[in-house]
């Protein structure tokens, strides 16, 4: 019986998020199949992404405008169309948003009040896309609150503690997606050739303190004073690395296993930076928290942001919780006691 026992390589997403509830409950077998088809959706898109330049819709752009304002690549639409795909009939989820769409997606049967919904960004970092460089999904989970007659998701305008769980999936060198259901943050490892994401790394910890800090220095001149600031003091110190990639998943990812700081802050004519809060920020942040790191827009913990719209943007300063204090020093100098 000894060469059959699979151990802890066999640990499957779903099967994970099961062992993650002591008992076999109705929210953790929701749950489980809800991850499964978070993960069915990351493999779908790898494998549209492992063909860019010899399948269609993988490359280059699909001609339209995005509520952002940006031009829609043509695997933003792809990804964003196969998470509709993945959970329609799923009973699992109601309501998906989405940084592609103005509003959210209904789906229309068995939802009673108290499913799911899954607000992501089905693919972070798509300029990455053209140039075969690493982009992510990211996405969270949060329960419907109330039936939502005008369609508004008014219940979504909540603080990013309401979310169940985050999580994200990186198109890397390998395929991973590290998720929290707020028990901790695991890793996975999508193996195509048996089409399942395997647990490489259980209960991961962000490093208390990093020698690396990420953030796109182009925008240098356009930042407020106490931001330009922390960066002249970064630059004065021994052993501090840049690493930014143009992709949010792929540069936190870097800062969960290494330790350090990622910031997007706000700028002269954009105070609310870049990033969305709902299914980019929050997400993340729930993630980062719960390896023992922090997340604040500089002056108030992003998860207790409270946004006043779907697309809601926040500044971004996140990764150990050493470094992040001392960027907090420069950027709300009151705050430190
Ligand atoms: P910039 C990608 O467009 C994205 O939304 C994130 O993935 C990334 O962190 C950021 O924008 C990059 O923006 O202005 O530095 O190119």
Not at 41 to 46: C, D, L, R
Not at 47 to 57: D, K, M, Q, Y
Request: charge should be negative; glycine fraction near 10%.
């Amino acid at each position: 019986a000894e060469e059959f026992a699979l151990g802890r390589d066999f640990m499957t997403l779903s099967q994970h998020v099961l062992s993650q509830f002591g008992t076999f409950s109705g929210e953790a077998f929701d749950l489980s199949a809800l991850m499964g088809r978070i993960g069915l959706a990351g493999k779908t898109i790898a494998r549209h992404l492992s063909l860019a330049g010899i399948a269609e819709n993988v490359l280059g752009v699909t001609g339209e405008v995005n509520v952002q304002g940006e031009a829609v690549k043509k695997m933003d639409h792809y990804a964003n169309r196969v998470f509709l795909r993945a959970f329609e009939q799923s009973g699992l989820v109601c309501r998906l948003a989405s940084e592609e769409m103005e509003k959210p997606y209904y789906i229309p049967e068995n939802c009673p009040v108290g499913r799911y919904t899954l607000l992501y960004d089905p693919i972070d970092g798509s300029s990455n896309i053209d140039v075969n460089l690493a982009i992510g999904s990211i996405f969270a989970i949060r329960q419907q609150e109330g039936n939502d007659e005008s369609g508004d998701a008014l219940d979504l305008l909540q603080s990013g503690r309401k979310q169940v769980g985050a999580g994200y999936i990186l198109f890397g060198t390998s395929t991973m997606l590290v998720y929290t259901l707020g028990k901790g943050v695991h890793a996975f490892t999508l193996d195509p050739s048996i089409g399942e994401f395997i647990l490489f790394q259980e209960n991961i910890t962000i490093p208390q303190e990093g020698s690396i800090y990420s953030v796109n220095e182009g925008n240098f001149w356009q930042w407020e004073e106490p931001i330009r600031e922390y960066i002249r003091y970064i630059h004065l110190q021994k052993g501090m690395s840049a690493r930014y990639s143009g992709a949010l998943v792929a540069d936190i990812h870097r800062i969960l296993f290494q330790g350090g700081i990622f910031l997007y802050p706000g700028a002269l004519g954009h105070p609310d930076g870049k990033l969305r809060l709902l299914y980019e920020s929050a997400p993340l942040a729930l993630l980062i928290e719960q390896a023992g790191g922090r997340a604040t827009t500089g002056s108030e913990e992003i998860l207790d942001v409270i946004p006043d719209r779907l697309h809601t943007r926040t500044p971004l300063i996140i990764g150990s919780v050493a470094n992040v204090k001392v960027a907090e020093s420069f950027l709300a100098p009151s705050k430190i006691s």
